[in-house]
């Protein structure tokens, strides 16, 4: 005897599906349920109360920190996406060989702490970038301001989220066949008219999800603007960090963990929104696979 | 031309920062700037009496062998299931799979530590295992599912025509066509688990793997030491790489001529 083709399939998902269900998806819900407890004398106690939300939101720290965590996520974001387009490009539509997709891979598995500090030892007093402008005599003592500053940051986070978002940007150029650009090529437009008429419109979608997900990521991460980014490194993440660490309210932290997700997703709203007034994403039917 | 010239200063700018960190590994001197002053072996030699590194070393080999082997098993259960499954079940699967990837490690971490406290349950090598799977399972899938839109049902359909039993069929058919994309996802998890940091150190208790000891090191100060601990996990992150992608060819290959074989 033998089991139907679904049940079988069920089956055999069920354990990953279980697994992220009791490991992913009841650990957010408890979370969550957190956020609305309270802490007293280094205790957690269930409870139903809105402080640690009204209290986040009437916090000037709060806001402080928020709006360094997303003008460092936009500014990050922007530059790694204009970055990794004409990258994608190259791989997607010139590049015949595969040796700059190994370096990107390279780049991307190449350790997270590694990379951190790697820019800080660029960046020191002492370190490559003011001895290399000291001894072309751009300058003439170093400069203390590269480290410690959000240049510092935002610089690092490029480095350390480019590479996953040139992947994202070559999987949504792939969809789109070169023919296209060929044609408006042929029409006579320039190369870049033809990125802004063709590849751009069709890969909006694409472009916008990796914008979105690199900024979330980045919003989110707090160890590099905690270690390069000194006064100007407190951000949201940091600051959830810390409750769950060091002071240890936790249903605080919980509570700025879900603000910080709402504040996500309006911003993933609101470019979207933004995309569709002026035109360039167009909302299109899905094709239909299913024969 | 321009395009050219783009892409590859960019390159540069991802690059020249690692080699820069390779080459203070191997500086005389403990100062990390020019003028380089010689080179020498001393911080590697200084590596190798360090007992304490060597035990964070052994801690986060021993928890990305244990990430990738129930990675391994769950994925491959998952993406033999996803081949069976309707348009729904997928969906939950994609839904389960691709979240995660999509928040900050930093969500994924206090949302562990808080259901590990709740439980009751003691923060260990195993919770840092748990943890990991949860990173490195969508990761597995989502490569699964790249490879698994060009398997065609059919073959195993053939297969079970021919008079081939339900184990024959996986054995000789349904695993030589996922094999290698397996293998490699599971040596990508090794790796994913071995680099993990911000989620570590929400769940690791006392525990201290090798991200967490560069960690440390790196907020102490700023030695070529680190450069050197630095240039040897960026070798074994190459050689992980270099033997996921051998691997994923090797692999293909024998299927590849399996399937050719009367």
């Keep these: 005897m033998s089991l139907s083709k679904p049940v079988t399939g069920s089956l055999l998902s069920a354990p990953t599906v279980l697994y992220m269900a009791v490991f992913f998806i009841v650990p957010s819900l408890i979370l969550f349920a957190y956020s609305f407890w309270s802490a007293a004398s280094y205790q957690v106690v269930p ?7 009204l209290g986040s939101l009437t916090s000037p720290l709060f806001w402080k920190v928020t709006f360094n965590a997303i003008s460092i996520g936009l500014w990050t974001a922007t530059i790694t996406l204009i970055l990794a387009i004409p990258v994608a490009y190259y791989l997607v539509y010139v590049a015949r060989s595969q040796t700059i997709l190994y370096l990107i891979l390279l780049t991307w598995f190449s350790s997270y702490l590694v990379r951190i500090y790697a820019w800080r030892t660029l960046l020191g007093t002492n370190g490559v970038l003011n001895t ?45 066949k070169r023919d296209l650009i060929d044609a408006a090529r042929d029409l006579g437009t320039s190369s870049i008219g033809a990125f802004c008429k063709v ?93 | 031309m321009l395009l050219r010239l783009v892409v590859w200063t960019i390159l540069a700018f991802l690059v020249a920062p690692l080699i820069i960190i390779v080459l203070f590994s191997f500086h005389a001197s403990a100062s990390l700037s020019f003028p380089f002053t010689g080179f020498s072996l001393r911080w590697y030699q200084e590596i190798f009496g360090n007992t304490q590194l060597a035990g ?99 073959l195993e359909e053939a297969a079970r025509d021919l008079g081939a039993s339900q184990r024959q069929t996986f054995a000789r058919v349904t695993l030589p066509l996922i094999a290698p994309t397996l293998i490699s996802s599971a040596i990508l998890a090794f790796a994913v688990s071995f680099d993990e940091f911000v989620v570590t150190s929400f769940v690791a208790g006392t525990e201290t793997t090798l991200p967490m000891y560069i960690w440390s090191m790196m907020r102490r100060t700023v030695t070529p030491m680190v450069n050197a601990i630095s240039t040897l996990v960026l070798l074994f992150s190459v050689a992980i790489l270099l033997g996921a992608w051998l691997i994923g060819r090797l692999r293909r290959q024998s299927a590849i001529s399996a399937r050719a074989e009367p």
């Design chain 2, 56 to 154: 964070a070393v052994t801690k986060s080999l021993v928890i990305a062998f244990f990430t990738a082997l129930v990675t391994l098993v769950l994925g491959a259960s998952a993406s033999l299931g996803w081949l069976r499954l309707d348009r729904v079940g997928r969906a939950v699967i994609e839904a389960m799979s691709v979240t995660p990837i999509a928040l900050p490690g930093l969500f994924v971490g206090v949302s562990l530590l808080v259901l590990f406290a709740q439980a009751g349950i003691r923060l260990s090598t195993l919770t840092i295992v748990i943890s990991h799977v949860v990173i490195a399972l969508p990761i597995l899938i989502v490569a699964m599912k790249a490879r698994l839109a060009l398997f065609d049902p059919s």
């Design chain 1, 132 to 176: 290399v402008l000291l001894q072309l005599g751009i300058i003439d003592h170093p400069v203390g301001a590269f480290l410690f500053s959000s240049f510092a940051v935002t610089i690092t986070l490029v480095h350390i989220y480019l590479p996953f978002c040139i992947l994202l940007v070559v999987a949504s150029l792939s969809e789109i």
């Design chain 1, 199 to 291: 590849i751009a419109p069709n890969a909006a979608n694409g472009l916008i999800g990796a914008f979105m997900l690199t900024f979330i990521l980045v919003a989110g991460d707090y160890v590099t603007p905690q270690m390069l980014g000194g006064s100007s490194g407190q951000t949201t993440g940091l600051l959830i960090a810390d409750q769950f660490r060091k002071t240890g309210n936790w249903p605080l932290g919980a509570a700025q963990a879900f603000l910080m997700f709402l504040v996500s997703l309006a911003i993933y709203f609101a470019l979207l929104t933004a995309g569709r007034m002026s035109g360039l994403v167009v909302h299109r039917p899905r094709k239909k696979k299913e024969a």
């Design chain 1, 47 to 53: 409870d139903f109360v809105l402080k640690n939300y």
